[in-house]
Nanobody
Framework: QVQLVESGGGLVQPGGSLKLSCAVSGLTLDNYVITWFRQAPGKEREGVSCTDNSDGSPYYAQTVKGRFTLSRDNAKNTMYLQMNSLKPEDTGVYSC?????????????????WGQGTQVTVFS
């Protein structure tokens, strides 16, 4: 049974930091692309960051580039998203998802497995 469990969300002031975790069970990180998505209230879900399995290169949405950093711990089968310099517009439910497609894509239709999400709220 495949499970993705996010954690690490919370309340933070602008300029603050959070580190999200996506603990994966039932599949191996090396064989799947794990992507972070977020959805703000009243908006469509958008891709935030993922790693291309061909060369391990991380990809970031333009809105988070330079502030967010993707990492992984293969021993723990866990992906992390370090979020720095947070802004109010970063508020939303952050979810991780797994796809066997092999390369980074923000097209949600490619992702078969999803976590339940963790809430991130950036407030003044």
């Amino acid at each position: 049974q495949v499970q993705l469990v996010e954690s690490g969300g919370g309340l933070v002031q602008p300029g603050g930091s959070l580190k999200l975790s996506c603990a994966v069970s039932g599949l191996t990180l090396d064989n799947y692309v794990i992507t972070w998505f977020r959805q703000a209230p009243g908006k469509e879900r958008e891709g935030v960051s993922c790693t291309d399995n061909s060369d391990g290169s991380p990809y970031y949405a333009q809105t988070v580039k330079g502030r967010f950093t993707l990492s992984r711990d293969n021993a723990k089968n866990t992906m992390y998203l370090q979020m720095n310099s947070l802004k109010p517009e970063d508020t939303g439910v952050y979810s991780c998802a797994a796809s066997s497609i092999g390369f980074c894509t923000f097209y949600t239709g490619e992702y078969r497995y999803w976590g339940q999400g963790t809430q991130v709220t950036v407030f003044s």
